[in-house]
């Protein structure tokens, strides 16, 4: 990309506006060939989600309350993840792209125990069902034929031992960017929506370039109810998030700032 | 010194070459039993390979466990050797010599159990040599920003030394052994034995070889647990990131390692019968020796603690909090003082449990013991409470595969130390003679003092 | 257009440039060596992608989807940009369409049973087989004149469909139901009653200032869970003043954790608490006089005098202060809006419930307003006005018990699609005991769920992705829409669409029955309504010519008018219920001590969803439980009875009991008990079946009494250990999830 | 046998023949020492240093940025003079033999703290309240004072104990052969020394169990000193191996100290011939290893919070390192590790006499500027809350500042050479010990010299 120098992608999520409704999670799910997270996977704490909406609770009954706030890759300036990889798997791209390069990954881990956000998921099974002594396991847990004619050709499908994690999407990134450039215009606003952005009914995720002072994302990532998750760290986010707004609420102060 | 009995060296060669010359009752049986627990080994190996990591206890956010404490482990073990060989060389301390030998191979096949342990525990462990500089059809060459690049240096550097330590402290022996077997075996021996023959120059090289080995190897020595420590401690996981780790990690592996040696010598001696080699006074030197080993690193161990609950942030105390409070680390905590340190060190500062054999068995088994606790107390809580994102908090449980591979860790080391007492002797031969020729006595009064050579 | 060498190797040739670049026979220029490795897969090989139009039919809704087709599969699904009602946003039900369609466990082939009812045993037919054996099937009965011992059973459905399906069940004499299991008929029935309407009103829940919802999930699968959604995040943050709003609920539900204030209820206390808040709007003057005046006939507040807030208390558990504040709150607070959802309806006084939350709305002025419960048009042709409601569950425990004593008459022939009676109908109506009395069951279904399991002959129908159909979605946008199904994949089986299948039926029933249905295949039925469209000549589509008006519509996926101004109705404000009616429950307080509050799960909704194994690894938003059912006990009773997450209990009712595994919620009264549908089935594929416990096995038969709805709100329960233990599979992590207090993952402000 | 051998025939210094005379000659030496200039010029720096304590105190504890100087010059004083003794206790406990000369020249430092305890009392005014900051002491609020009160306070008694015992033998041989005119003072601090087994036995036990407390006291009193002082000074300073540097920096300042003072006694003092090649490269060895130690642990703390980068860790490195402080780090840099151990690495200089007291002299001046970027920096932050809020521009000293640095010179030298006065410089009865365990024996054809070792 010539002009993709200067062009930054980043996400706002208003939490605010997120009902915790899992559509993003599942756009995901069906855009990025995640492998399924079946009921074992689940039970093993591993599951296989780019993108999860976490919930905390607050208070007691009756006076209790219930935030949802959706976490995907953070997509740091200052990622954590990428001085730890020793073959370069995962490195910041000229977009503002924290990129993870399947086939250079051996799988040490190290970038996921590094991650503040728990943003990384490890493909700890074997997926393809045609491996040896695949038959050993039960079919309620195999994603079977015919179901991988829906299998997106735009992005690998990833074998064991791989990490992966949140690429907003680079597939429709480039493809964008592409269809741009073969028109000889810019790429417009808007035009670029990952998975998750595209589903969202409410509305709560935003994703543009944020370099450019006239897109939304940027507009809204400087919006007054706007932080960082874990900002004290110093990984410098590409996503920002924007204040749940609760009338009953106190607002207790918090530490970053 | 009392209890030296002076030896013919007919004596000394004999006593010291039973192992290899004849073989033992004991040494078929034990081997078998030991290749056993290796089978078990590679069988959750290859399972792993198989159905991938699954198989592991490992999940989100603990994505290390059992298999890396291990690993810490054994690379700890490994600082027995150096520490032994090559610091008490320096300091010219007279007991080291019938220890130097079992050290060194302790370390080394430590060392090597200790580096299989990364590999296998990657996701794909058939790619494991892409952390090596060499990018033929990746074009890209490895991270030299990542620890895990700094790690196999490390440790491959250490070996390199440590095995030239082994062999260049065995060629007298080698030239021995030579002359002392016929066939195949005489060949073989020959062949290694670079044409030994123990004239003063040979000698006069091969110590000086020593003296620059050992001052060349201490850097290694320092780096290789450092660089460990360094896995950990960069990162931003908290109760991990801390800098104190270098440091406590090296301590923490003389300590157990020297520990390793006891136990080592302690069987040794009841094994190949050698008590008039490995005798109570060595028991009462390392003993000595480990009293201040043992105290540096809880001190070291009482800093990391300290700054653990420092200046309250939540995602620090989180995890001490757990540490301290939750089953089982609580437990363990309690265990890892009391085995580390209380019991131990306590029990040292009596000249009579240092020469007691049996006891100090127990008690170097009771050290390793902890400090295998004490990773596994260091590095796991930090993972389990990641962060302040409590919703992704996780307990982690080690997976049937994990356990298997850490009991067969400790059958391939003593395995491949067994084989090489099958082949090489486990005291250095000439420096028994060697010691008994420096050996020396003052008339004080009516008192006969110990004395050494000033060399 | 300038293209550089480099985009040339992208765009064409970028396999063969990756593969040579990954054998590394060439050292490449620099961007690609460092990049390669991401770019070849995600982003050197962009697929040749077609996008084509069409309706979602993961539930009743009827959103616009555009389905992604790369060499002739079906890889994504998306929202409509252009369709009104969903606007480009989709549910997660809708995202996992694609599993619907490429499900292992698909039937294939028409099938005929070769074995034992039941059995799985079944061999293959051909399609002219199959129609000629159920045409003479039909036949006969017929010529025995006994067509009205055939049944027809179907989801509800409106438009052309249920025109087809009325007209041919009206030619040919037969008995036609339709059966959802969290039906709408009370709601249904109010909206008769209130504002002499066959279909909902659309919320206008965006430019609403403040919403009270007393146990409508809109924000759940509930109605038009996205448009209800997409507007929620306009009300939220849509530029105009924060929106507020209120649910009234036992438990709190997924809305219920995004209103800014919950308010638990005793169940089915709903329209007392309604009640309530019209007596306060009324005594302190803050509702539309006219409106009051019509509502009380002139008596004014002691017209309801027996929902004096003092009284509501007792019985609803609503603090005085807290109905007055809610009062308060919605006159304050308009343009406001009051809605009430399957809850409410859910109970022996459903009908009284909803009458009375709705009537709010005329107190308070909201009807027909913007911001308010505004009306939708007649769609505009008569055959997509037709209309096929749910038939109430008293409806088929009739069916049930003629099924059973084949009094007044037998069932003959039971023809089933889109719809499980065996797998929601309480056991008790003793449905499933009767089938075996039934000479023939044929299914339509795609899928081996219960019904179809019993299913003497299968004739699978199409996935909704091949084939062709039509929706005037039902709640409407407010202006006249109708959304057109096409096939996006060729079938990739021997099926045929149920409509199709109906029409070859008719025809060869011979012209009594083939009247009013001239179409040899759905689609040109469709084109038929299509011609109607065009010849309107207004909406969103014009065209000189058919052909195009056609292309077009089928490529903007429907026909929609924002201009449309057909006559609403004006309703006049009805008359408030002046005693108060109660939910009554099956099983005393005593020995049943819990009331059990079935709710739909967020991703399987009635049980529709359980073979999508997306749908089944979809956390619930308020547990994070995938793949199973939970019962919801809250902390202290969980404590007090000694019973921590994932132990396995019997919650037992006098209709039945279940084992499941406990997740202590938080959110729950002491009093009340909460399991998710969809789980529990015995035959569903295999990723559907034998998982989780099926809530409606352990419902009691009670209904609305008025209009003979499904009361699954009307169960008390009692719990017992098993002693049995199990890690629930839940996204949440060892701990409950609560922040520190010194840093707040999720920020909140004023 | 080493190479070093023939370039220096005998390292040993050259002990007169009898006990005798040993006694005669050094009580002489004590009684009428040398160097009364450098006394007198040493007392008129104390005086500075008085003046500039006065003015400091009058200046008032309001501003603690102000007392940042101070904080160096009581904190350098521990670093070095009191550290300096450790070397006699290390080497007591491992038995060199070559300490024998210097033992008492290294205790006798101990007096300096009598000085430096006097230094930190107006400087416990100055810690700020705990509330609002991070500290251990959760609400226990005077805890840093009276903690560092008495851990110096404990220090100093341990380290006067340590003295007495040690000296005790010789006060008696003094006192024995004193002229009328000193004999007074030495009997009443003699006691009844006679010398019995029983008193021997006192004194070694006494020797042992004071040197260990006074090292434990050393290492604890770092470690409350830097906490204290330096890192709960400046927000989000979590450093746990901080302490450990800093008491390792001491060590090898201490090392300094021993060395330079052993440099004036063989030089200036007359003890030319007690002082040989033995008593300076073997210290010289020891300066080598900790100066690369200074660079382990420094390193250790940097690399994991250059590589963390959170932006805490990041204003740590700026305040202290390479902020306004640069220049001061960077010499404290070069002159703690660089340039000691680019000499110390030359054979000609460590096994030299000058070598090590050079580069003892250099390490000297480089701890003190470790020590001002340290706490001077951490003495400027302000305010002091969470999070650092900004980093502090430099402060250059100001006169009672540059008075002060005058008096160290005084503290040091004029204490001790006060204490030299009373108590014999050097140990009698060790230095016969050593005569009687060393003997000349013949083996094979060259000479070697034999140690006894007494259990």
């Known amino acids: 990309m010539d002009m993709a120098e200067d062009r930054k992608w980043g996400m706002v999520v208003d939490i605010d506006r997120c009902t915790g409704c899992q559509a993003c999670v599942i756009a995901c799910q069906t855009e990025n060939n995640i492998l399924l997270s079946t009921e074992d996977i689940v039970q093993q704490s591993r599951s296989m989600v780019w993108m999860r909406i976490e919930r905390y609770w607050e208070g007691e009954f009756p006076d209790i309350k219930a935030r949802f706030i959706p976490i995907m890759c953070q997509h740091c300036e200052n990622a954590p993840c990428e001085p730890v990889c020793p073959v370069y798997a995962t490195y910041h791209n000229n977009e503002g792209l924290n990129v993870q390069v399947y086939n250079r990954c051996v799988g040490t881990r190290y970038c996921a125990n590094n991650c503040p956000y728990s943003a990384r998921v490890f493909n700890y099974w074997e997926r393809n069902t045609a491996a040896p002594f695949m038959d050993l ?96 760290l110093g990984t410098a986010p590409s996503v920002t998030y924007l204040k749940k707004v609760d009338p009953q609420h106190a607002g207790t102060p918090s530490r970053t700032h | ?129 892409w952390v090596f500089p060499y990018d033929f059809d990746r074009m890209v060459w490895p991270d030299v920003r990542s620890p895990l690049i700094w790690d196999p240096s490390a440790i491959f550097t250490y070996l390199t030394g440590a095995s030239m330590f082994v062999y260049m402290a065995l060629l007298p022996d080698l030239g021995i052994l030579r002359d002392k077997t016929t066939g195949w075996r005489r060949r073989f021996y020959g062949a290694l034995s670079l044409g030994w023959r123990g004239n003063p120059r040979q000698f006069q090289l091969q110590f000086l070889l020593g003296v620059l080995l050992s001052g060349l190897i201490l850097p290694v020595f320092v780096s290789v647990h450092s660089i460990v420590s360094w896995d950990f401690a960069v990162s931003l996981v908290p109760a991990w990131h801390a800098t104190v780790f270098a440091p406590y990690f090296v301590i923490g592996a003389v300590h157990s390692g020297v520990s390793g040696v006891v136990t080592m010598m302690c069987i040794l001696r009841v094994a190949f019968k050698w008590h008039d080699f490995i005798r109570p006074e060595h028991f009462d030197s390392l003993g000595r020796l480990l009293i201040p080993v043992a105290t540096t690193w809880l001190y070291f161990f009482m800093l990391d603690v300290f700054f653990g609950i420092y200046g309250g942030e939540s995602r620090e105390l989180s995890v001490m909090n757990q540490r301290v409070f939750e089953f089982p680390w609580g437990l363990m905590l309690i265990a890892i003082l009391l085995m580390g340190y209380i019991i131990p060190v306590s029990a040292w500062l009596f000249r009579g449990v240092r020469r007691n054999i049996g006891l100090m068995f127990i008690l170097s088994i009771m050290v390793n013991i902890s400090m295998w606790m004490e990773r596994l107390w260091l590095i796991v809580p930090g993972l389990q409470n990641k962060e302040r994102l409590t919703f992704d908090w996780q307990i982690y449980t080690p997976g049937v595969v994990e356990i298997m591979l850490v009991v067969a860790s400790f059958a391939l080391v003593t395995f491949g130390v067994m084989l090489f007492s099958k082949f090489f002797p486990l005291i250095p031969v000439w420096e028994q003679k060697e010691g008994q020729v420096l050996h020396e006595e003052i008339q004080i009064g009516r008192r006969r003092v110990p004395a050494i050579i000033r060399e | 257009m300038e293209v550089s060498r480099r985009d040339f190797i992208k765009i064409t040739g970028a396999s063969a440039a990756g593969a040579v670049l990954f054998n590394g026979c060439q050292v490449p220029e620099r961007e690609m060596v460092l990049e390669s490795p991401v770019r070849i897969p995600e982003d050197t090989i962009n697929s040749f992608e077609n996008w084509y139009a069409s309706v979602c039919r993961q539930c009743g809704a009827g959103c616009g989807i555009l389905v992604r ?294 107190l308070l002025g909201n009807i027909g307003k913007s911001g308010g419960v505004q009306f939708n048009p007649a769609p505009p042709t008569p055959e997509l006005a037709a209309n096929l409601p749910a038939t109430p569950m008293r409806t088929w425990g009739q069916l049930a018990s003629r099924i059973q004593n084949k009094q007044p008459k037998p069932v003959n022939l039971l023809l089933v699609h889109n719809a499980n009676p065996l797998y929601s109908l309480p056991p008790t109506l003793g449905f499933g005991n009767g089938l075996k009395n039934i000479a023939v069951i044929v299914s339509f279904s795609s899928f081996m769920d219960e019904t179809t399991a019993m299913a003497d002959l299968i004739l699978p129908d199409h996935s909704y992705l091949e084939s062709w159909g039509e929706d005037s979605p039902d709640p409407g946008v407010g202006y006249q829409a109708v959304g057109l199904q096409q096939p996006t994949v060729e079938p990739s089986y021997s099926t045929r669409s149920f409509m199709d299948v109906i029409l070859a039926l008719a025809k060869g029933l011979g012209e009594k029955t083939r009247s009013g249905l001239p179409w040899d295949d759905y689609k040109g039925a469709l084109e038929d309504i299509g011609k109607k469209l065009f010849a309107l000549n207004r909406g969103s589509v014009r065209a000189p010519d058919f052909a195009s008006f056609w292309h077009g519509a089928l490529q903007r996926g429907g026909w929609w008018d924002t201009q449309s101004s057909p006559t609403l109705p004006n309703p006049r404000p009805p008359a408030l219920s002046r005693q108060m009616s109660l939910p009554g429950f099956e099983g005393s307080d005593t020995e049943y001590p819990f009331y059990l509050h079935v709710y739909a799960s967020n991703s399987l909704y009635d049980g529709r969803g359980a073979h999508l194994p997306w749908l089944q690894m979809t956390p619930d938003p308020m547990t994070t439980v995938s793949w199973q059912t939970w019962v919801e006990i809250n902390p202290k009773t969980a404590s007090q009875m000694g019973f921590k997450e994932g132990d396995i209990v019997i919650v037992e009712s006098p209709a039945g009991k279940l084992e499941v595994p406990v997740y202590v919620y938080p959110a729950i009264p002491p009093n009340v008990v909460a399991i998710p549908t969809g789980q529990g089935h015995s035959s569903m594929g295999r990723y559907g079946e034998r998982r989780g416990a099926n809530p409606f096995l352990i419902l009691s038969s009670k209904t609305e009494e008025s209009t003979g709805a499904m009361a699954w709100g009307a169960t008390r329960v009692r719990i017992s250990k098993t002693g049995k233990s199990y890690r629930l599979p839940k996204l949440e992590g060892s701990v409950l999830a609560v922040e520190p207090d010194d840093y707040k993952v999720v920020e909140i402000t004023r | 046998m080493q190479e070093h051998h023939h370039a220096h025939t005998d390292p040993r210094p050259h002990l007169p023949e009898t006990p005798q005379e040993i006694t005669r000659d050094l009580l002489g030496k004590f009684f009428n020492p ?370 002060l640095f005058a008096g160290v010179f005084g503290f040091i030298v004029f204490t001790y050479m006060l204490a030299m006065r009373v108590i014999p410089p050097m140990a009698l009865w060790e230095l016969k010990e050593y005569q009687i365990l060393t003997k000349v024996r013949t083996l094979g054809r060259n000479q070697v010299i034999v140690i006894g070792k007494p259990e």
Not at chain 2, 95 to 115: C, Q
Not at chain 3, 331 to 342: Q, R, T
Not at chain 4, 45 to 54: K, M, N, Q, R, T
Not at chain 4, 331 to 349: C, E, H, Q, R, S
Request: proline content about 5%; hydrophobic content about 50%.
């Open chain 4, 34 to 403: 040398r160097g009364r200039a450098l006394f007198v010029f040493a007392g008129l720096l104390f005086l500075l240093g008085i003046v500039g304590f006065v003015m400091r105190v009058s200046g008032g504890f309001a501003h603690r940025a102000e007392w940042g100087y101070y904080a160096v010059v009581v904190v350098y004083l521990l670093s070095t003079a009191q550290a300096a003794p450790l070397l006699a206790v290390a080497t007591r406990l491992t038995k060199g033999y070559w300490r024998k000369p210097f033992v008492r020249a290294a205790e006798l430092f101990t007096v300096v703290g009598v000085v430096n305890f006097v230094l930190l009392l107006p400087l416990l005014m100055v810690v700020p309240p705990l509330e609002g900051r991070r500290t251990f002491w959760v609400e226990w609020e005077g805890a840093p004072q009276a903690m560092l009160f008495l851990g110096m306070f404990g220090l100093v008694v341990c380290g006067l104990g340590f003295l007495y015992t040690s000296a005790m033998p010789d006060i008696a041989a003094a006192r024995d052969h004193a002229p009328s005119g000193r004999r007074g003072l030495l009997a009443s601090l003699a006691r009844q020394w006679v010398g019995t087994p029983y008193q021997w036995r006192v004194v070694t036990q006494g020797i042992t169990y004071f040197g260990c407390f006074y090292l434990m006291m050393l290492v604890g009193m770092h470690f409350l000193v830097s906490v204290e002082f330096a890192i709960s000074f400046v927000p989000g300073w979590r450093d746990p191996i901080f302490p450990a540097f800093h008491a390792i920096s001491s060590i090898q300042a201490g090392l300094a100290m021993l060395l330079v003072a052993m440099g004036m006694y063989r030089y200036f003092g007359g003890y030319r011939q007690y002082f040989a090649l033995d008593q300076f490269w073997n210290p010289g060895k020891l300066l080598l290893a900790f100066s690369l130690l200074w660079f382990y642990f420094w390193w250790s703390a940097f690399i994991i919070f250059w590589y963390g980068r959170t932006p805490a860790e990041l204003g740590v490195l700026e305040t202290t390192m390479f902020g306004p402080y640069k220049t001061a780090f960077i010499i404290g840099f070069l002159l703690n590790f660089a340039l000691p151990v680019f000499l110390l690495i030359w054979n000609p200089v460590r096994t030299s006499i000058k070598g090590p007291i050079i580069v003892g002299s250099i390490i000297l001046v480089g701890n003190f500027f470790d020590r001002i970027r340290i706490y001077a920096a951490s003495f400027s932050v302000d305010p002091i809350g969470l999070e650092l809020e900004h980093v502090p521009a430099a402060r250059l000293p100001e006169l009672a500042d540059y008075l």
């Open chain 3, 69 to 362: 087709v790369v060499e002739g599969r079906a890889k994504k699904i998306e929202g409509n940009p252009d369709h009104p009602l969903n606007q480009g946003k989709l549910c997660a039900r809708g995202e996992a369409g694609l599993q619907a369609l490429y499900h292992p466990d698909r039937i294939r082939t028409p099938l005929r049973r070769s074995g034992p009812r039941g059995s799985g045993q079944y061999q293959v037919i051909t399609w002219d087989e199959a129609i000629a054996e159920l045409v003479s099937r039909l036949d006969d009965q017929a010529k025995q004149s006994s067509a009205d011992t055939v049944v027809i059973a179907t989801e509800p459905t409106h438009g052309l469909s249920a025109h087809i399906l009325n007209t041919f069940a009206r030619n040919y004499g037969a008995t036609l139901m339709a059966h959802e299991p969290l039906e709408h008929t009370a709601l249904y029935a109010a909206f008769k009653n209130l504002f002499g309407q066959e279909r909902a009103p659309h919320f206008d829940i965006q430019r609403a200032a403040s919403v009270l919802s007393f146990g409508a999930n809109f924000l759940e699968p509930w109605l038009s869970q996205v448009n209800y959604s997409r507007q929620y995040g306009e009300f939220r943050q849509g530029g105009r003043s924060r929106g507020h709003l209120v649910q009234v609920e036992p438990r709190l539900s997924m809305t219920a954790a995004n209103a800014d204030d919950w308010v638990p209820i005793n169940p089915g206390t709903d329209g007392v608490l309604a009640m309530a808040i019209a007596h306060v709007l009324i005594t302190e003057r803050l509702a539309d006089a006219t409106a009051v005046q019509a509502m009380t006939g002139g008596a004014g507040a002691d017209a309801l005098a027996a929902f004096r807030p003092e009284e509501a208390e007792k019985i609803t558990g609503v603090k005085v202060d807290k109905i007055k504040e809610l009062a308060r709150g919605l006159a304050a607070k308009s343009p406001s809006l009051v809605i009430g959802g399957s809850g409410p309806a859910g109970h022996t006084n459903g009908l009284f419930n909803i009458t009375a939350i709705y009537a709010l709305n005329f």
């Open chain 2, 1 to 129: 010194m009392q209890e030296r009995r002076i030896l013919s060296e007919a004596q000394i060669n004999q006593g010291l070459l039973n192992g290899v010359l004849g073989t033992p009752s004991w040494f078929w049986k034990a081997a078998l039993l030991l290749m056993t627990v290796l089978g078990g080994g590679l069988t959750a190996i290859t399972v792993m390979l198989l159905f991938g990591l699954g198989v592991t206890g490992l999940g989100r956010p603990v994505f290390w466990g059992f298999m890396i404490v291990n690993f810490v482990f054994w690379v700890g073990i490994s600082h027995a050797g150096v520490m032994i060989s090559s610091i008490l060389r320096l300091c010219q301390a007279e007991w080291r010599r019938p220890v130097t030998r079992a050290a060194e191979v302790l370390t080394v096949f430590s060392l090597a159990t200790a580096a299989i342990f990364p590999l296998i525990h990657m996701g794909r462990m058939w790619r494991f040599y």
């Open chain 1, 137 to 232: 396991v039960p079919p309620a847990q195999r994603v079977a034929e015919p179901m991988n004619e829906y299998l997106n050709p735009d992005v690998t499908v990833r074998t064991k031992g791989i990490m992966e994690k949140c690429t907003f999407c680079v597939q429709r990134i480039h493809k964008v960017s592409l269809d741009a450039k073969a028109r000889g215009e810019d790429i417009k606003d808007g035009d670029v929506q990952p998975a998750c952005v595209q589903a969202c009914p409410t509305g709560a995720l935003v994703f543009g370039d944020l370099n450019s002072p006239s897109s939304k994302a940027s507009k809204m990532s400087k919006d007054e109810r706007g932080y960082h998750l874990l900002e004290d």
